[in-house]
């Protein structure tokens, strides 16, 4: 039981660091996406987008009409 449990505990450990690798990645990507040329255009762009369509959650079925 105690080796599981210890390999659980590694395991649980591992991901924590692959997840907080990912994000600094993420947040690294998005300061140098920062500093490109036009980034507020595109995000105002995004934004107009949003607005525009309608959201993808929207067009969805509820998972009991899937399911039959």
Do not use: C, F, W
């Amino acid at each position: 039981m105690k080796n599981k449990l210890d390999a659980v505990v590694r395991v649980t450990q591992h991901l924590l660091n692959e997840i907080t690798q990912v994000k600094d990645l993420a947040i690294g990507t998005l300061q140098t996406i920062k500093h490109m040329p036009d980034y507020g255009k595109a995000i105002e762009a995004l934004k107009k987008d949003v607005v525009e369509k309608p959201s993808e959650t929207e067009k969805t079925e509820p998972l009991e009409t899937l399911s039959n």
